[in-house]
Structures are given as structure tokens and as C-alpha cells.
């Protein structure tokens, strides 16, 4: 009967020829380094590669201290020491090292800082070539692969953000052989086009061999030749690619890129609520301001109205009379009064007066009065006037 095993027996069965074997077990490696990652708990995850073929790898954070006095990066050519055993639960080998050495500087990383220093001279890189991308596109070209993460993530922030924007997709290799090429030809295919407002260009993270598609010339030129804003994300925050040099603008991923291009719609619309209740509250303001000011330009007119000035200069007229009449009644009485006190002066001092005394007025015939006797004449007659009478007399002697 055929024997069967399981997965597990097979792994370890491996894993035991691994670890019997003395050169995997004392082995030195040269090779560029490649995905290189600190994970939190102090050990790095990274890759060995040559122009063939590429060695996962692992340094734990207990050899660090002795085994590593630099700090590892992309692009280094390295010598690593350390032994070679199968992880049993994946069924993957991968070296595991004690010691990292550097070794210089790997061909790729020389490659890019070459056609990167190219590129600053020819001015690809130069502020003023930069595009301002359109505030309110209606139409954006992405260029990435058709089955990428990316896209799927640009369309899930697209359709969250605006879903009134058009998205049209040129698929295009974006690792590998002939990459670059379909890269630089859906940035022309688009910019030629003419119709769409931003191209959007980019990939989901990776090592430096994965993007070194958007580190081709060939890409750098059909960025700096187009006349559309483009936005590049390759998804790789720590070290830039010349696509990301070149583009208008930098997005760390292809899901920033997209929340850089496509304005938040909803958000827009309660900002211009904000702005609707801000301006009704001006409004309602100011018209309230033109109705104070109105009502009382009104009662300054009202007041200044010919009628209401002559109601007022009637109502000041009367006042007025009346103010006379009450003086001129006061003023009457006291003359009054006065006249009375002289009247009564006058009458105790008239001659008639004292002649209800007893007294008499003697006239002669003329009507003068006779003040003395030494005028009367004998025998010639003159008048004597009492109070309530008069009598013909004559002198006798």
C-alpha cells in the first residue's frame, strides 16, 4: 500500500536535511539588499538578491547588537552571515542571520542615483514644470494593473469621495519586463486624449526590483513631456521613485493620490451649507440694519415734513398766545390795581373833594378862579361852587 504524509511530516522531514547539512549551517551570502522592514519588535525582515535570484532573510533582535553596526537599508551590497533552515509552518527556507557586513552599493540603488542626478540637471524636477491640479476634476486616467490592489482601492475612495467622477483605466504592467513601457504609453495615450482633467499613475508597495519599473527614463520623460497634471503613488512612503520626482504631485499610495485628486463632494456640500446658513445670517442681519436705518430715516422725514412743521409751529403758536394772553392779563390786572391806588390819590387831592368838607370854589364870571379877595370888584357878581351845587353872590363892599 502507498504510503501518504501530511504536509507537516513533509516540512519537517526538510527541515531536518536543512539543519544536517554543515555548509547551510556556517554559510556567508553577497547580495543587495532588498524589502527591507523593522518590525516593532526589533527584528528585520529583508531580501538577498543578485541579477538571478533573490533569499528571503531574517535578523533577529538579539544579534543586532553584535551583528549588525549599521543600519540596514535598500540597495546596499552586503555579505551576511549566518545559516540556512526551513520555517516549518510555511514551508519556507530563508537565511537567518548573525552577522551583516557592508559590501558597497548594490547596481540598482547605483542605477537610480545616476539617471535621478540626469534628471535634476535636465531640470525634470524643477518647481516651475510643477501643474496645479484642477480643483474639480470630471474625468481622471489611471495607469496601473488592472488586477492591482490599487485600483481597487482607488475606486473604493473615488466612489466614497465622489462617486460623480468619471474613472477610466488603462491597464498596464507595473512590474516586470516591459513595464515601463506601458507606464510611459497610458501617460501618452491619455495626455493625448485630451479628456481627462488628472492622470494617476502608481502601484501598491514593494521592494525596490518591484518598482523599479517607475524608475525607468522612459517614464521620467512621459511625465515631464505631458501637458496633464499627473499624480504619482507607488505605495512606498520611505524612499521616493523618480516617478515621484517627476509627477506634479506625490501621493504616498494610490489611495492618497486618489483623496488628493477627487475633492470630498459631500463635504463640499456641507461646506456650502455652512456658507448658506453663515450668508442667510449676514443677510438677515444687514436687512434688519436697512430696516432701522429705514425706519428711522422715516421718522426724520416724518419730522421735517412740511405739515408736522407747521403742526408744530401752530402747536408753538398757541403756546405762544396763550403765554401772551396770560402776561397780558397779569400785566392789565396789575395796571388796574394801579390805577385804582391813583384814582383814589387823585380824588382824596381834587379840589371837589375837599369841598364836601365845607369848603367852597369861588369863580368869577369868566370861569377863573378868584384866589383872593383883592380881585373881587363891589357890586360885580362871582360864583361860589359847593359839592353838590353852585350860587350867584355879589361883593357888597
Known amino acids: 500500500m502507498k504510503r501518504v504524509f501530511s504536509v507537516s511530516q513533509i516540512n519537517s522531514y526538510i527541515h531536518r536535511i536543512f539543519d544536517g547539512d554543515y555548509a547551510l549551517k556556517h554559510i556567508d551570502i553577497k547580495g543587495e539588499v532588498s524589502n527591507c522592514k523593522y518590525h516593532s519588535s526589533g527584528h528585520i525582515y529583508f531580501s538577498l538578491k543578485d541579477a538571478r535570484s533573490s533569499l528571503r532573510c531574517i535578523m533577529f533582535s538579539s544579534d543586532r547588537p553584535k551583528g549588525l553596526k549599521f543600519r540596514l537599508e535598500n540597495g546596499q551590497q552586503v555579505t551576511v552571515s549566518g545559516s540556512i533552515t526551513v520555517y516549518e509552518r510555511d514551508g519556507t527556507y530563508q537565511l537567518y542571520a548573525r552577522e551583516i557586513v557592508s559590501a558597497g552599493i548594490g547596481e540598482l540603488y547605483i542605477r537610480y542615483e545616476?539617471?535621478?542626478?540626469?534628471?535634476?540637471?535636465?531640470?525634470?524636477?524643477?518647481?516651475?514644470?510643477?501643474?496645479?491640479?484642477?480643483?474639480?476634476?470630471?474625468?481622471?486616467?489611471?495607469?496601473?494593473?488592472?488586477?492591482?490592489?490599487?485600483?481597487?482601492?482607488?475606486?473604493s475612495v473615488a466612489k466614497r469621495r465622489n462617486p460623480f467622477v468619471q474613472l477610466i483605466l488603462y491597464p498596464a504592467r507595473v512590474q516586470g519586463e516591459g513595464a515601463a513601457r506601458t507606464i510611459a504609453d497610458g501617460i501618452r495615450y491619455f495626455d493625448q486624449?485630451?479628456?481627462?482633467?488628472?492622470?494617476?499613475?502608481?502601484?501598491?508597495?514593494?521592494?525596490?526590483?518591484?518598482?523599479?519599473?517607475?524608475?525607468?527614463?522612459?517614464?521620467?520623460?512621459?511625465?515631464?513631456?505631458?501637458?496633464?497634471?499627473?499624480?504619482?503613488?507607488?505605495?512606498?512612503?520611505?524612499?521616493?521613485?523618480?516617478?515621484?520626482?517627476c509627477a506634479d504631485v506625490r501621493a504616498a499610495t494610490p489611495s492618497a493620490a486618489c483623496e488628493l485628486a477627487i475633492p470630498d463632494v459631500y463635504g463640499?456640500?456641507?461646506?456650502?451649507?455652512?456658507?448658506?446658513?453663515?450668508?442667510?445670517?449676514i443677510m438677515d442681519h444687514r436687512i434688519q440694519t436697512y430696516r432701522d436705518r429705514l425706519s428711522h430715516t422715516g421718522k426724520l422725514l416724518a419730522a421735517r415734513h412740511p405739515q408736522a412743521l407747521l403742526s408744530r409751529q401752530r402747536k408753538q403758536l398757541t403756546s405762544l398766545s396763550d403765554d401772551l394772553d396770560h402776561k397780558m392779563d397779569r400785566r392789565i390786572t396789575a395796571l388796574r390795581h394801579r390805577y385804582q391806588i391813583l384814582a383814589e390819590r387823585l380824588t382824596s387831592a381834587s379840589p371837589s373833594a375837599r369841598l364836601k368838607g365845607g369848603y367852597v370854589f369861588a369863580q368869577d364870571q369868566e370861569g377863573h378862579p378868584i384866589v383872593s379877595v383883592k380881585r373881587l370888584k363891589p357890586r360885580e357878581p362871582f360864583t361860589l361852587i359847593f359839592s353838590d351845587g353852585q350860587a350867584q353872590v355879589e361883593q357888597i363892599e
Open 193 to 245: 486624449m485630451d479628456h481627462v482633467d488628472i492622470i494617476i499613475i502608481g502601484r501598491g508597495g514593494g521592494s525596490i526590483e518591484d518598482l523599479w519599473a517607475f524608475n525607468e527614463r522612459e517614464v521620467a520623460d512621459a511625465i515631464f513631456e505631458a501637458e496633464t497634471p499627473i499624480i504619482s503613488g507607488t505605495g512606498h512612503e520611505i524612499d521616493m521613485t523618480i516617478a515621484d520626482y
Open 268 to 281: 463640499i456640500l456641507q461646506q456650502i451649507d455652512q456658507y448658506r446658513n453663515a450668508l442667510d445670517l
Open 114 to 155: 545616476q539617471l535621478k542626478r540626469e534628471l535634476a540637471e535636465e531640470g525634470y524636477f524643477d518647481f516651475e514644470h510643477k501643474k496645479d491640479l484642477p480643483p474639480y476634476p470630471e474625468r481622471i486616467g489611471i495607469v496601473t494593473a488592472a488586477t492591482g490592489a490599487a485600483i481597487q482601492d482607488i475606486r
